[in-house]
C-alpha cells in the first residue's frame, strides 16, 4: 500500500500561491521594521534607496511585504488609492496592484518587470506609499510640516504646500537648528512627550531654490512621480548641518509668507490649532480617525504662533526667539 507522501499529487498555481520568492531583506522606515520577500533584485534595491539611512528604533513586529514580479504588464500607471475597514488597495491595472491588510501589517504586491525596474515609480506609489500607509493606521499620525530642533526642543512648521517649509527648515539648519524633516512629519501615536519623527537624511527643495542658496545651483530639478518638478540635496553633504531623527516637540509655528507689513508672530489659539492640522489629513475611518485626533489633540496645549515674513533672515531670527518652554512645562 503507497503511503499518502507518495501519491500526492503537485497542484496546479493558478493563484502564485507557492511562487518562489527567494529574495529577502529587512529595512526600517521610520525606525520600524519592514520585511520584504520578493523574486526581483530591483525590488531590494529600491527599498534600499529608501530606507538605507533609518536604523530601527522600534520594538514592534515587523510588517510583511510579498512582492511578484512578472515579465508581463507595462510601466504603472498612477495607482488609484482605496481603503475599505481594514483592507487597502491600490490598482493601476491588470499587471500591477497590491493589497495591504491594517491588521496584519502586511501587504502583497503583483507588478510588472517594467514598473519594478522603474525604482522611481516603484518607490513613490507601491512601496514607500504602502509603508507609510500601514504604519499611520497603528504607529505614526502623518502631517504635512516640517520640524527643527533648538537645543533638542521640537519645532514643527506648518503649512499649505508652497508656504516655504523646506527653505525655512533647511535655512534653520544652516543658522544652527537642527534639521528633523522638510514637508512630512510623523507624530508617535501615544507619546507622551509629542514625539516627531522625520527623513532627516535629505531635503527636497522646488526648482528655483538656488535664488536662497546659491551653491544649489548646480543640483538638476527632475520631474518626481507625482509630476512636481524638484531638487534632492542630501544633507549629508553639508557637515555644518546638525540632523536628528526624532524630537519632542514643544511649540508649533504657521507660516504666512505676505507681500507687504513687518515680520511678526502671532499667538495661534489651540482649537484653530486642531482645527488646522486636522483639516489638512485624510480620513482612514472612525477608529483611525479617532487615534489620529487624539494625537493631534495633545498639540494643542502647546504654544503655538503664526510667523507672518518675507525674507528668510527675518523669520530665522524670529524663530530664534520664540520662548520655547521648558520640558513637561507646556
Not at 507518495?6 to 502564485?16: F, Q, Y
Not at 527599498?47 to 510601466?75: C, I, Y
Not at 510640516?145 to 499649505?160: D, E, F, H, M, Y
Not at 514643544?250 to 504666512?256: A, E, G, I, Q
Request: hydrophobic share 40%; with cysteine; charged share 20%.
Amino acid at each position: 500500500m503507497q503511503s499518502q507522501e507518495a501519491v500526492r499529487t503537485k497542484r496546479i498555481d493558478p493563484l502564485l500561491c507557492d511562487f518562489d520568492l527567494a529574495l529577502s531583506g529587512t529595512f526600517h522606515p521610520a525606525g520600524f521594521p519592514l520585511h520584504i520577500a520578493t523574486n526581483s533584485p530591483h525590488v531590494l534595491q529600491a527599498a534600499a534607496e529608501s530606507w538605507a539611512p533609518f536604523d530601527r528604533a522600534f520594538d514592534t513586529p515587523p510588517m510583511e511585504f510579498r512582492v511578484v514580479v512578472e515579465p508581463e504588464g507595462e510601466l504603472a500607471a498612477e495607482p488609484r488609492f482605496r481603503k475599505q475597514r481594514h483592507l487597502l488597495s491600490f490598482v493601476s491595472d491588470a499587471h500591477n496592484f497590491a493589497t495591504g491588510d491594517s491588521l496584519t501589517l502586511s501587504a502583497s504586491f503583483h507588478l510588472s518587470e517594467a514598473t519594478a525596474a522603474d525604482r522611481a515609480w516603484l518607490r513613490w506609489f507601491f512601496l514607500e506609499s504602502m509603508a507609510y500607509m500601514l504604519l499611520t493606521q497603528r504607529y505614526l499620525v502623518s502631517l504635512h510640516a516640517a520640524c527643527v530642533a533648538s537645543n533638542g526642543a521640537g519645532i514643527l512648521i506648518c503649512g499649505k504646500s508652497g508656504a516655504g517649509k523646506s527653505t525655512l527648515s533647511f535655512a534653520c539648519a544652516r543658522a544652527g537648528f537642527t534639521y528633523v524633516a522638510d514637508d512630512c512629519t510623523w507624530l508617535l501615536v501615544g507619546s507622551e512627550d509629542r514625539m516627531a519623527i522625520g527623513k532627516p537624511h535629505q531635503v527636497r527643495f522646488r526648482h528655483d531654490v538656488a535664488r536662497h542658496f546659491p551653491e544649489l545651483e548646480s543640483y538638476l530639478a527632475s520631474a518626481h512621480p507625482n509630476g512636481k518638478l524638484s531638487i534632492e540635496v542630501p544633507t549629508n553633504l553639508f557637515p555644518e548641518v546638525r540632523t536628528a531623527g526624532r524630537c519632542p516637540i514643544r511649540c508649533l509655528v504657521f507660516l504666512d509668507r505676505q507681500s507687504d507689513g513687518p515680520a511678526r508672530l502671532e499667538r495661534v489659539r489651540s482649537a484653530d490649532v486642531v482645527a488646522s492640522l486636522l483639516a489638512d489629513m485624510p480620513s482612514y475611518g472612525a477608529e483611525v480617525n479617532a487615534t489620529h485626533e487624539k494625537t493631534i489633540h495633545s498639540l494643542a496645549g502647546l504654544p503655538a504662533w503664526r510667523l507672518r515674513y518675507r525674507a528668510l533672515e527675518d523669520a530665522i531670527r524670529l524663530l530664534s526667539e520664540i520662548p520655547i518652554p521648558p520640558e513637561g512645562n507646556p
